[in-house]
């Protein structure tokens, strides 16, 4: 049922992108026009469950997130009072006593931003992550780059045909290649999944046509590799990738919409 719901608002917020002001009723005649497709009855008492369980689990975590912050900043302020008095006392111990736990309370932080902005399946961004941390508070781009749109063509139908399992692999396997090449080539790059089967890759510092011409290598190393499950299902998928400039201060919202819905630039 979460995956469906997943699929709901992606279709959803995809059909609502190239609207500047998304009014509350827009946003839910589109939901349940999709539940409907989906084949989800909006009145079935175990999807209102589902739809409560995952509004109260994003709740606690933002309490959770709340709660830390506000326990860092108290742990902190005795941490530099601490420091100051271990310093003043030259007590090398207490030092490193305090630097340990300003280590601990520094992973506790990240192990819960994670938890908000990054995706389980494929250990990439999520959606969220781009229009709060990426992106400006008006959605806006914060630096000059390239942006890639990764479409895994072929995720619903494996999906359909041989399981969540099979095609959260497929995401899986593909992000983690396209990681890993990049990393090869010392790029500056970062990668968000954006809907189901669709990732945005942000690029920094590259031109245009060296970013093209390592777009069009990788593709046909993809398209090329077979992928073997564990029962010994041979999957060879498909591709697709867009790309387009982006400037600093341009709205998000132009780019993206420009690769969602236009046809691929060559």
């Known amino acids: 049922m979460t995956h469906k719901l997943e699929q709901i608002t992606n279709l959803t917020i995809n059909n609502l992108l190239n609207n ?8 839910f005649e589109r939901f349940n026009y999709y539940a409907k497709k989906i084949e989800i009855n909006l009145d079935d008492i175990d999807f209102t469950k589902e739809i409560n369980t995952l509004i109260l689990q994003d709740f606690n975590k933002i309490e959770e997130y709340m709660k830390i912050i506000v326990s860092s900043t108290i742990k902190l302020q005795d941490s530099t009072k601490d420091a100051s008095k271990a310093i003043l006392e030259k007590d090398s111990e207490s030092l490193d006593n305090i630097y340990d736990k300003m280590i601990n309370l520094e992973e506790e932080i990240k192990n819960l ?20 941390k990426f992106l400006d508070e008006n959605a806006n781009f914060k630096e000059d780059g390239i942006c890639i749109l ?20 497929l995401l899986a396997f593909t992000t983690n290649f396209i990681k890993e090449k990049l990393d090869d080539e010392k790029y500056n790059f970062q990668i968000a999944k954006y809907l189901d089967n669709k990732f945005f890759i942000f690029i920094f510092n590259e031109t245009r046509q060296e ?15 077979t992928l073997k499950s564990n029962s010994g299902l041979l999957i060879k998928a498909k591709y697709d990738f867009k790309l387009n400039l982006f400037k600093k201060n341009q709205n998000s919202k132009d780019i993206f919409e420009t690769l969602l819905t236009h046809k691929k630039e060559e």
């Open 20 to 27: 500047k002001i998304i009014i509350p009723s827009s946003y």
């Open 113 to 132: 931003t994670n938890q908000l902005f990054i995706d389980d399946i494929t250990g990439t961004y999520n959606r969220k992550w781009i229009y709060s």
């Open 211 to 225: 970013i093209l011409n390592r777009v069009k290598n990788l593709e046909q190393v993809l398209l090329k590799t």
């Open 150 to 169: 990764l479409d895994v063509i072929d995720y619903d139908y494996i999906q359909k045909e041989y399981g969540e399992l099979l095609s959260n692999n």
